[in-house]
């Protein structure tokens, strides 16, 4: 059964009471509220995902509740729970989606070190993934929402999961935050986008979700070899340019902005050796979508790059 | 029901780790939680690797027990790392600097290392050191809370055994510094002196001590049962536990453990540790040991201390709470006061708590956020 297949009040009910349990593959998380509108939220983002048995194991258990304290109830407040253990600030209950968004993410990170955790964009095409790592600020958002529309797969836009042994990229074509100026941005670029409401006056400013595209949800369960690893940056006035950075500086910009690099010791550093050791280096400038798009398209429509070059000794 | 019936699933588990391979999917389900929420997710996949199972569990946990390992074995080792960076940074101080709980398991290979996950580093030195080593430590990139205001300051150097918790500002660690076993202002009397009598040198960390085996069981045990919040309270109990069936076996360690109670004057802690081990976690020790601690707490006292304590060691998870578990944990916050404080003091600091609890949002842990 999908999120769509159930009604609206029954959707409600069912997350004030049990809580309802997706399938974000490869995690199933079981969600709690009391906050309707964030029940109407998830089935706008999450529609097309399966829904899972009440009985079958569950990752994790978060919950986002009105919060008990007098004064925080007062001023509206929700709270983010980790299977019983409340975590972050409480926020105005209409950034309840927001919330759990970055709650989902914290739980991943600081739990599943299955995979090697890295704070980047991931897209694919042509079976080959591009991954953006970068720190907030840097346009990495808006890129990957703009790519995510023009014949590239989104996997993720926040969190790329390294399978360490394989090598290979996953997924959860779970729903893109954009902040601020993004947002119209985004909407006149993307009419087609399906976007939640815009929450103002979070820590980030406003943020609003759109919701991943179809074919990226149907394919969600595909992961992608990398080739691309870039570092965007947004730079006012700036004509778009890529440029070929050093294998060392892709390096360091992945191991900077991953979650659990310091957890995985040698291995990690081996794994992240490997993946630069497959992949085109490349830092981007950038200050219009349009522009940017061009240069994607063309590394898109470049042979495969050939046998890698070898890695010094000391990185392999 | 049988006592082994009514037991959490965690502790059930970690008891004897062979019921794992019989559990479904849904156990598996909520003994992870348990397991989380307890701080013992380590020791649990530790036990998991050992008895050779964690490769025929049911697909779905072993990632998570994988992760656990692979978080507890990293937090060991950048343990090691972060104390002989202590080391140096403390080299000039005379000394010792000894190690307390998890650090000095860990640094010591004691039998609660496997799988042990902490959050900070106990570390304890003489009282007359005590400004020095703050110094030194300031000047090396450590630093308070910035939370912590006025009140907090005077409260830590004025009425604790230690100072405000220090963080490393670029490596993010965290460090507890003692100076005495409990509180000066503590009811018991006590002889914090004492544990200076005999540390004993870690291997490959010049300077740097653990507590002889009594004195390492004794001042476990008088944390556990002096603390007002226990939210590792079972992961401390089980630390207890494999203390004593670590120590046990060393020969003529139960009359030196006694002695040594009465010694420092801790017999009541060590009774409170012998008596809740056993009954929670059935550790072996022998039945005559209890008698040498002096009279037991009166029938009254002792029905409300088993009401609290069987409480409050429980898995810290929703699924384990008993009926009264607020009133319990109420109870023994104001119990590790009243050991703590002269009464006027008491009144006064749970008050100046409970206004700032009831006015102030409620506390959170601060997390990154992607």
Redesign the interface.
Known sequence: MRLQDIDTPRLRARMRDGGVTLRLSPFTVRVRSDIPHLADDIATMYRDFELVDEREFVDFHVAVLRSPHWLSRLQGRAEFWFDGQRSFTPLPAAQALAMLEWGINWCIAAHAHQYLLIHAAVLERGGRALLMPAPPGSGKSTLCAALAHRGWRLLSDELGLLDMTTGLVHGMARPINLKNASIPLIRAFAPEAVFSASMPNTSKGTVALVRAPQASIQARLTPARPAWVVLPAWRAESPAALMPIERAQAFMGLAEQSFNYDVHGQAGFQALGRLVGSCGCYRFEYSRLDEALTHFDRLAQAAPASAPDPLPEHAR | MSAERRRPLLVRVLLQPAVAVGLS??D??LLL?QA??SNLAGKLAEQMERGGWLDSL?E??R??L??AL??SR?QA?MLRREVDLLRRTLAELPGPLILLKGAAYVLGGHAPAPGRMFSDIDLLIPLEQLPRCETTLLVHGWDFDEGLDAYDQRYYRDWMHELPPLHHKRRGTSLDLHHALLPPTARTPLDSRALFDAPRALPGFPGVFELPPEDMLLHSAAHLFHEGELPNGLRDLFDLDALLREFGAIEGFWPRLTARARRIGLTRPLWLALRYTRMLLDTPWPDALLEELGPPPGTLALRLLDACYRRALRPA??SCRLPGHELAEAALYVRSHWLRMPFGLLARHLLRKAWTRM?A??E????D??
């Open positions: 999917l849904t598996w389900d939680r989380r929420r049911p779905p946990v990632p998570h994988r992760a692979l978080l990293r080792q998870h929703d006015t949002t409620p959170v842990p601060k997390v956020t992607p």
